[in-house]
């Protein structure tokens, strides 16, 4: 049997809404069914997913759903906790189920959204003596290593391919 895992709780296919309200409202969120079947279309595509991906996607199977409904369902899983907003550019925000620390890498051929681990090692936290933190977002951008041989760079001469090695070529 499957399960699903969402901030460190188990939740068992067939009581998953059951779960994921239950979860809602330890956050302090009023479960709804528009809410709760956007977290569980997070939970289930791990793709970062735009507001409108999760509209397109979902609008046929709730034919009362709105933009607007998303936007709003979003931004409350935002405010407690339970998703994280990714900004990564003026004009586009993403949204991603896992919480924890991490770093992502956008690919600028495919813009497919790729998680990576790192550890924050407060190198940067000297420049910023006396500055209060209260989000840190790691964003790389570039090409992946499914798109590098087929989506040319106009300065190759800049482009570094990291190897399996962690050695960097240029």
Do not use: W
Not at 13 to 29: F, T
């Amino acid at each position: 049997m499957n399960t699903i895992l969402s901030e460190d709780k188990l939740i068992e296919p067939e009581g998953k809404l059951q779960g994921l309200s239950r979860l809602m409202v330890d956050h302090g969120i009023r479960p709804s069914y528009q809410r709760l079947r956007i977290l569980e279309y997070l939970i289930e595509n791990r793709i970062h997913p735009s507001a409108d991906q999760i509209y397109h996607h979902l609008r046929n199977e709730i034919p009362t759903l709105s933009r607007t409904t998303v936007y709003s369902s979003l931004n409350s899983l935002v405010q407690n906790g339970l998703v994280r907003m990714l900004p990564l550019d003026e004009n586009e925000n993403r949204f991603d189920i896992d919480t924890h620390p991490h770093g992502h890498f956008k690919c600028s051929c495919c813009r497919k959204i790729f998680d990576f681990e790192y550890q924050p090692d407060g190198t940067f936290q000297t420049a910023l003596n006396g500055f209060r933190i209260d989000s840190e977002f790691v964003l790389l951008t570039g090409v992946c290593d499914q798109c590098v041989n087929h989506c040319g760079s106009d300065q190759p001469d800049r482009q570094k391919i990291i190897q399996d090695s962690g050695e960097e070529n240029g």
